[in-house]
């Protein structure tokens, strides 16, 4: 009278792949169903785009200064007018968004890899290489990120170069808590063991293992300081520490037009829109992200 | 308690130690010759080699660390660039300038930030909880510097609601200094004129960090209410029959608050970087535009001491932060940590 | 002398609510009904997922969106709890009616003592009662429920008492101002089983000595046996049969009791295959026409695939809705 048959291979595949479509699926609809992830999306694919074809959809070359056009209104042939060299700012907000899509992209690229790794390797193998990693991290972590970016940024000179530096410096304790965090909880897995008795090095376990274990967690994290990077960079820009001039940074463009503020109100405004479009941008797909790979949402 | 205290203390020695070596070194790493802004441009060389040796950079770098940290002990900071002061004098005096600006934002944040995030969770998906979750979204997203600017030429040169920049009108005598905060000492020596003054410069830089604040206060309280609010307990409470407001304010907010406590620590800490450009902008006259200008000449001394002040104020923040966390909280007793 | 009161305390007719959720519409009851008398302990048993909790909250109009109730009336001492307005069902709730639920540490408030979370039932009912005094009566309360120096576990937070503790404070906070209904949802699934014995017979005691009725949901047919007078049989989302106890349990009339019951170890036979009723329970987005049932019954008809059956009136108050009984028993009247 036994109801229960034993599931055979192709049966036991069919279903994971079942369940991995639901997956999916579920994911789709969280996506969709967040309209504001849609948008926040929308915004960073209409950011590449701007960068991408940045040459076709500036007007002016944003360098040429034409100092008989200084600090023009926004008109038909200036859309955002001009600065005090006269240079179009329409056009350099729109190149500005590749200076500020390599800062985040370089900034995320040195600090995520360098903070997994820190962290992985400080919660493996724990006990004197775990407490001399954590102490130097807490170090880093004692300062506001912000002011241990300008100290950096200071130390090594004006430059857009150290001002990534310095934001990547400010930035890897964080991601190297949260991947220590995650090794730790997955340290003693049994399915570690096994690995491990199968005769795995240590090298190979974290990388190709625990790694990818911690992932999730630190994409979540990641996409969620973007917007605070991108501050970062800005912040940087206007305190003159960060891109120099001529380069279309928003951050410097905003410090430049301060001393014309009551008059010429749009040098410093516009730019300012900018970062503040693709701040939420990224910060609404953050939300979205963590949303759609924290466990509980999906429940509901 | 103690034992935790204890251990909290030694590891904030350590920790001050560490920033001590940090800032040490990121003095030494800035590549402008300090004598050369002493001596001026037209200084021969051996006034500079005398310089040099008087101010010991000629010593290898572990005398000079030992130097540098024998005078941190004796409280001397060395002697700004800038101000041709000590630097310990300068912090002290901008100070509390930013201590009053940042914790005048805080309680804003804490006042507007919780209720709307209280309300956001509890009328979920409505317009006031749309409302709340775009302005915060705003908050984090907006660049501080923008913003102060944006407003200042709004409601300053435009509008002429509030004051310049700055923080007290020209033609004012600040009262006699005893905190250094001007709220409290005007109030002090009786002199309501410069209160009500004091209190107008300081509503824009407020407003600015404030709304910062606010948006992460308030989107942490949102979020942890939410969670609270379908634990079992909530349910319990109500099967008890008690009225929505009660299970709200006595049953869910008393412990959603405890996580949004961390954030608050947190954004007080945000609010002291965010000091750095609020004040830059508003000409306050604090610790943070001090900062920026030591940091845009690299005067060596004032930035090694200020960037200690201000890590050692996070530090303290956030012990306090966790002290208070297990004062809430009575899961956590502090010997289990 | 007390004059005993012989019409039902609860009667559940037709009660149908449903969840509108993400995945589609989810039909948790339908046509759910029973009654319950004075100072009786009606037992609400099925599998996980059945119902059970949802008939529970229903009773407690405690039902939140996307949940709702769609139809039936639910008569607690005559009055249709579901046309009360929301402050009259406060006054009952916690007072007239009350719940204990499975997981008793979750349930108490982390950073409330308990001995305050138990006075604050009493101030919530009793409005000229001062703190002092309640906090004096959750004392006495804790010590009826055989709890060691009462004064001092009622100055303890929830994290530090073990969930046999716990679930008698809450035990506790829920009769101590002797409601007239007791819902027990799986008080004792979460305890060790030397504890549940305890709870149980604490539980027995109390109820006894307040006079008061109990709907005790599990689905440990034991404890069932243990603790009720009359029991009913859930499926589904459906109700499958009622009766008392013995009646149900000797003699199962529904093809899914008897199937329950044979799914029990027989401890006289170990070697005998362990039994389970075949097929897998239905989803509730879109539940088979006819009888839930149907399925996986044995003994199904064409009929029973096309249409519900009714309540078939049974010997001894035992009502059974299969098709099954057609030709012999007559409809039950609501």
Redesign the interface.
């Given at each position: 009278m036994s109801t229960t048959r034993v599931i055979d291979k192709a049966e036991a595949r069919r279903r994971r792949r079942e369940a991995r479509v639901q997956y999916l699926r579920d994911s789709f609809v969280l996506w969709r169903r967040n309209h504001l992830m849609v948008v926040g999306t929308a915004i960073l694919v209409f950011l590449l785009l701007v960068a991408a074809f940045a040459p076709l959809i500036a007007t002016h070359d944003p360098y040429a200064q034409t100092l008989a056009d200084r600090l023009q209104p926004p008109s038909m042939q200036h859309f955002f007018g001009t600065d005090s060299l006269g240079r179009d700012i329409y056009s350099r907000v729109i190149y500005g968004s590749r200076v500020t899509l390599a800062i985040a992209f370089l900034v995320a690229v040195i600090s995520t890899p360098l903070g997994m790794a820190i962290g992985v390797v400080s919660g493996y193998f724990g006990r004197a290489t775990d407490e001399i990693l954590m102490r130097l991290s807490d170090i880093f972590l004692a300062f506001p990120k912000l002011i241990l970016a300008i100290a950096f940024a200071a130390a090594l000179g004006p430059g857009v170069e150290n001002a990534i530096v310095a934001i990547a410096v400010a930035n890897w304790p964080s991601y190297a808590r949260l991947a220590r965090a995650e090794t730790l909880a997955v340290r003693n897995n049994d399915y570690i063991q096994v690995i491990r008795s199968m005769g795995a090095s240590n090298l190979r376990i974290m990388v190709g293992h625990i790694t990818p274990m911690c992932l999730s967690s630190i994409i979540v994290r990641l996409s969620l300081d973007m917007g605070t990077i991108i501050l970062t960079a800005a912040g940087l820009g206007f305190l003159g520490l960060g891109a120099q001039p001529p380069m279309p940074e928003w951050g410097l463009m905003v410090s430049d037009g301060r001393q014309f503020l009551v008059d010429q109100w749009w040098v410093s405004t516009l730019p300012g829109v900018a970062i503040l479009i693709v701040v939420m941008g990224f910060n609404l797909v953050g939300d979205g992200i963590r949303d759609i790979l924290d466990p509980h949402q999906r429940q509901s | 308690m103690f034992q935790y205290l204890l251990r909290r203390t030694v590891t904030l020695v350590i920790t001050l130690l560490g920033i001590m070596v940090v800032t040490f070194f990121i003095s030494l790493v800035i590549p402008v010759d300090p004598l050369a802004s002493i001596a001026g441009p037209q200084a021969p060389q051996e006034t500079v080699e005398r310089l040099r040796e008087l101010y010991g950079f000629d010593q290898p770098v572990y005398v000079q660390f030992g130097r540098y940290m024998n005078r941190l002990f004796h409280g001397d900071l060395g002697t700004s660039f800038q101000t041709g002061r000590p630097v310990l004098d300068d912090i002290l005096h901008y100070f509390p300038a930013t201590i009053e600006l940042a914790t005048v934002a805080l309680v804003i944040s804490i006042l507007v930030g919780i209720p709307l995030g209280v309300l956001s969770a509890v009328y979920r998906n409505s317009s006031i909880d749309h409302f709340s979750r775009i302005l915060s979204l705003i908050g984090v997203s907006m660049p501080v510097f923008w913003l102060g600017l944006v407003l200042l030429l709004i409601f300053y040169f435009k509008l002429g609601w509030f004051p310049e920049p700055g923080r007290l009108d020209i033609m004012l005598i600040e009262p006699p200094r005893v905190t250094g905060i001007l709220l409290i000492d005007s109030l002090l020596a009786r002199d309501l004129e410069v209160f009500w003054d004091a209190l107008k410069h300081m509503a824009l830089p407020a407003a600015v960090l404030g709304l910062y604040g606010l948006a992460g206060i308030a989107r942490i309280v949102r979020s942890s209410m939410l969670d609270v609010l379908s634990a079992e307990y909530i349910k319990t409470a109500r099967i008890k029959g008690l009225n929505e407001f009660l299970v709200l304010t006595r049953h869910a907010l008393r412990n959603a608050l405890i996580p949004a406590v961390t954030v608050i620590g947190l954004t007080y800490g945000g609010l002291l970087e965010g000091s750095v450009l609020t004040e830059t902008i508003f000409a306050w006259p604090g610790l943070g535009r001090y900062l920026a200008t030591a940091f845009l000449t690299l005067d060596l001394n004032a930035v090694v001491g200020g960037t200690m002040l201000v890590a050692l104020t996070y530090c303290l923040v956030n012990l306090a932060v966790d002290l208070v966390y297990a004062f809430l909280n009575p899961k956590i007793t502090l010997a289990e940590e | 002398m007390t004059t005993v009161n012989t019409e039902p305390l609860l009667r559940v007719e037709d009660l149908k609510v449903r969840f509108y959720t993400?995945r589609g519409v989810v039909h948790a009851l339908e046509r759910v009904r029973f009654t319950l008398n004075r100072q009786e302990t009606l037992g609400l048993a099925g599998e996980t997922g059945c119902g059970k909790s949802v008939t529970a909250r229903s009773v407690?109009r405690?039902i939140d969106p996307p949940g709702r109730i769609i139809s039936g009336r639910i008569l607690f001492e005559g009055r249709d709890l579901l046309t009360l307005d929301e402050a009259t069902m406060?006054?009952?709730?916690?007072?007239q009616i009350?719940?204990i639920?499975q997981?008793p540490k979750?349930?108490?408030?982390?950073?409330?003592r308990v001995g305050d979370q138990i006075a604050?039932?009493l101030l919530?009912?009793e409005r000229s009662l001062n703190r002092r005094t309640a906090r004096a009566r959750a004392v006495d309360m804790l010590a009826q429920l055989g709890i060691p120096d009462p004064a001092r576990v009622a100055r303890r937070?929830p994290?530090e008492l073990s969930g046999g503790m716990a679930q008698r404070v809450?035990i506790a906070?829920?009769l101590v101002t002797r409601p007239k209904l007791l819902i027990a949802d799986e008080p004792t699934s979460a305890l060790d089983v030397t504890i549940q014995a305890q709870i149980l017979e604490l539980m027995k005691k109390l109820v006894r000595e307040i006079e008061t009725s109990v709907l005790m949901i599990t689905h440990d047919l034991g404890v069932m046996a243990e603790t009720c007078d009359r029991v009913a049989v859930m499926y589904a989302g459906e109700m499958v049969e009622t009766g008392p106890v013995r009646s149900v349990l000797k003699n199962p009339q529904h093809p899914y009791t008897r199937g329950l019951l044979q799914t029990v170890p027989d401890k006289a036979n170990p070697e005998h295959?362990?039994?389970?009723?075949?097929?897998n329970v239905p989803s509730l987005l879109q539940p088979p026409t006819g009888c839930r049932f149907a399925p996986r019954c044995e003994y199904a008809m064409q009929r029973c695939h096309e249409e519900l059956p009714p309540y078939y009136h049974l010997e001894g108050d035992h009502q059974c809705a299969c098709f099954l009984h057609a030709e012999k028993a007559e409809v039950a009247r609501p």
């Amino acid at each position: 009278m036994s109801t229960t048959r034993v599931i055979d291979k192709a049966e036991a595949r069919r279903r994971r792949r079942e369940a991995r479509v639901q997956y999916l699926r579920d994911s789709f609809v969280l996506w969709r169903r967040n309209h504001l992830m849609v948008v926040g999306t929308a915004i960073l694919v209409f950011l590449l785009l701007v960068a991408a074809f940045a040459p076709l959809i500036a007007t002016h070359d944003p360098y040429a200064q034409t100092l008989a056009d200084r600090l023009q209104p926004p008109s038909m042939q200036h859309f955002f007018g001009t600065d005090s060299l006269g240079r179009d700012i329409y056009s350099r907000v729109i190149y500005g968004s590749r200076v500020t899509l390599a800062i985040a992209f370089l900034v995320a690229v040195i600090s995520t890899p360098l903070g997994m790794a820190i962290g992985v390797v400080s919660g493996y193998f724990g006990r004197a290489t775990d407490e001399i990693l954590m102490r130097l991290s807490d170090i880093f972590l004692a300062f506001p990120k912000l002011i241990l970016a300008i100290a950096f940024a200071a130390a090594l000179g004006p430059g857009v170069e150290n001002a990534i530096v310095a934001i990547a410096v400010a930035n890897w304790p964080s991601y190297a808590r949260l991947a220590r965090a995650e090794t730790l909880a997955v340290r003693n897995n049994d399915y570690i063991q096994v690995i491990r008795s199968m005769g795995a090095s240590n090298l190979r376990i974290m990388v190709g293992h625990i790694t990818p274990m911690c992932l999730s967690s630190i994409i979540v994290r990641l996409s969620l300081d973007m917007g605070t990077i991108i501050l970062t960079a800005a912040g940087l820009g206007f305190l003159g520490l960060g891109a120099q001039p001529p380069m279309p940074e928003w951050g410097l463009m905003v410090s430049d037009g301060r001393q014309f503020l009551v008059d010429q109100w749009w040098v410093s405004t516009l730019p300012g829109v900018a970062i503040l479009i693709v701040v939420m941008g990224f910060n609404l797909v953050g939300d979205g992200i963590r949303d759609i790979l924290d466990p509980h949402q999906r429940q509901s | 308690m103690f034992q935790y205290l204890l251990r909290r203390t030694v590891t904030l020695v350590i920790t001050l130690l560490g920033i001590m070596v940090v800032t040490f070194f990121i003095s030494l790493v800035i590549p402008v010759d300090p004598l050369a802004s002493i001596a001026g441009p037209q200084a021969p060389q051996e006034t500079v080699e005398r310089l040099r040796e008087l101010y010991g950079f000629d010593q290898p770098v572990y005398v000079q660390f030992g130097r540098y940290m024998n005078r941190l002990f004796h409280g001397d900071l060395g002697t700004s660039f800038q101000t041709g002061r000590p630097v310990l004098d300068d912090i002290l005096h901008y100070f509390p300038a930013t201590i009053e600006l940042a914790t005048v934002a805080l309680v804003i944040s804490i006042l507007v930030g919780i209720p709307l995030g209280v309300l956001s969770a509890v009328y979920r998906n409505s317009s006031i909880d749309h409302f709340s979750r775009i302005l915060s979204l705003i908050g984090v997203s907006m660049p501080v510097f923008w913003l102060g600017l944006v407003l200042l030429l709004i409601f300053y040169f435009k509008l002429g609601w509030f004051p310049e920049p700055g923080r007290l009108d020209i033609m004012l005598i600040e009262p006699p200094r005893v905190t250094g905060i001007l709220l409290i000492d005007s109030l002090l020596a009786r002199d309501l004129e410069v209160f009500w003054d004091a209190l107008k410069h300081m509503a824009l830089p407020a407003a600015v960090l404030g709304l910062y604040g606010l948006a992460g206060i308030a989107r942490i309280v949102r979020s942890s209410m939410l969670d609270v609010l379908s634990a079992e307990y909530i349910k319990t409470a109500r099967i008890k029959g008690l009225n929505e407001f009660l299970v709200l304010t006595r049953h869910a907010l008393r412990n959603a608050l405890i996580p949004a406590v961390t954030v608050i620590g947190l954004t007080y800490g945000g609010l002291l970087e965010g000091s750095v450009l609020t004040e830059t902008i508003f000409a306050w006259p604090g610790l943070g535009r001090y900062l920026a200008t030591a940091f845009l000449t690299l005067d060596l001394n004032a930035v090694v001491g200020g960037t200690m002040l201000v890590a050692l104020t996070y530090c303290l923040v956030n012990l306090a932060v966790d002290l208070v966390y297990a004062f809430l909280n009575p899961k956590i007793t502090l010997a289990e940590e | 002398m007390t004059t005993v009161n012989t019409e039902p305390l609860l009667r559940v007719e037709d009660l149908k609510v449903r969840f509108y959720t993400l995945r589609g519409v989810v039909h948790a009851l339908e046509r759910v009904r029973f009654t319950l008398n004075r100072q009786e302990t009606l037992g609400l048993a099925g599998e996980t997922g059945c119902g059970k909790s949802v008939t529970a909250r229903s009773v407690l109009r405690l039902i939140d969106p996307p949940g709702r109730i769609i139809s039936g009336r639910i008569l607690f001492e005559g009055r249709d709890l579901l046309t009360l307005d929301e402050a009259t069902m406060r006054t009952i709730r916690g007072s007239q009616i009350s719940m204990i639920m499975q997981e008793p540490k979750m349930s108490l408030n982390p950073v409330i003592r308990v001995g305050d979370q138990i006075a604050e039932t009493l101030l919530i009912h009793e409005r000229s009662l001062n703190r002092r005094t309640a906090r004096a009566r959750a004392v006495d309360m804790l010590a009826q429920l055989g709890i060691p120096d009462p004064a001092r576990v009622a100055r303890r937070y929830p994290h530090e008492l073990s969930g046999g503790m716990a679930q008698r404070v809450m035990i506790a906070m829920m009769l101590v101002t002797r409601p007239k209904l007791l819902i027990a949802d799986e008080p004792t699934s979460a305890l060790d089983v030397t504890i549940q014995a305890q709870i149980l017979e604490l539980m027995k005691k109390l109820v006894r000595e307040i006079e008061t009725s109990v709907l005790m949901i599990t689905h440990d047919l034991g404890v069932m046996a243990e603790t009720c007078d009359r029991v009913a049989v859930m499926y589904a989302g459906e109700m499958v049969e009622t009766g008392p106890v013995r009646s149900v349990l000797k003699n199962p009339q529904h093809p899914y009791t008897r199937g329950l019951l044979q799914t029990v170890p027989d401890k006289a036979n170990p070697e005998h295959p362990l039994y389970s009723i075949r097929g897998n329970v239905p989803s509730l987005l879109q539940p088979p026409t006819g009888c839930r049932f149907a399925p996986r019954c044995e003994y199904a008809m064409q009929r029973c695939h096309e249409e519900l059956p009714p309540y078939y009136h049974l010997e001894g108050d035992h009502q059974c809705a299969c098709f099954l009984h057609a030709e012999k028993a007559e409809v039950a009247r609501p």
